[in-house]
């Protein structure tokens, strides 16, 4: 069975502070429900997710895609950061230390198709929008850990 690679990175390249929580990478298999039906609600709603970042409403930023990357053995999702449709696809800026993804790294420049991307977030007014997989991932980890994600970026989910 095929297994995927999440990196759970938040905020990432934009926040550092005292109690900030370390970037994850967290391995879901390939079928896992739960993920694959975040997966389809971000992409039934990248549409006015784009629309927004395009005319970004007040007190809107840090809008960010999560896109799958072809690694060796696995599929590894990144967030990427700033980002702009380029022709047909996308262009961003890769804002996450891949793991698995050995051939990519922080800060380079990276180009994807719509299929690729897996997730999308933005901050609106303190309060985390989208983020689906990573609120799954939430049902998964330590109770201390998803309390510092909520206090610290304003998750909801």
């Not at 262009?91 to 996450?96: E, M, P, Q, R, S």
Request: aromatic share 10%; with cysteine; net charge positive.
């Amino acid at each position: 069975m095929k297994r995927i690679a999440i990196a759970l990175s938040v905020i990432p390249l934009l926040i550092s502070s005292a109690y900030a929580v370390d970037d994850q990478t967290v391995i879901v298999r390939g079928q896992d429900a739960e993920m694959l039906e975040a997966t389809r609600t971000a992409r039934a709603t990248l549409d006015d997710f784009l629309s927004k970042h395009e005319a970004p409403p007040k007190g809107a930023s840090q809008f960010r895609l999560k896109v799958k990357f072809q690694a060796e053995k696995m599929v590894e999702h990144m967030w990427v950061m700033p980002f702009k449709r380029s022709g047909d696809g996308f262009a961003g800026i890769l804002a996450d230390e891949p793991v698995y993804a050995k051939s990519l790294q922080n800060g380079q420049r990276v180009t994807f198709s719509r299929d690729d991307i897996s997730d999308w977030a933005y901050a609106q007014d303190g309060k985390q929008k989208g983020s689906f997989t990573v609120c799954v991932l939430f049902k998964r980890m330590p109770p201390t850990e998803v309390k510092l994600y909520r206090e610290q970026y304003g998750f909801e989910c």
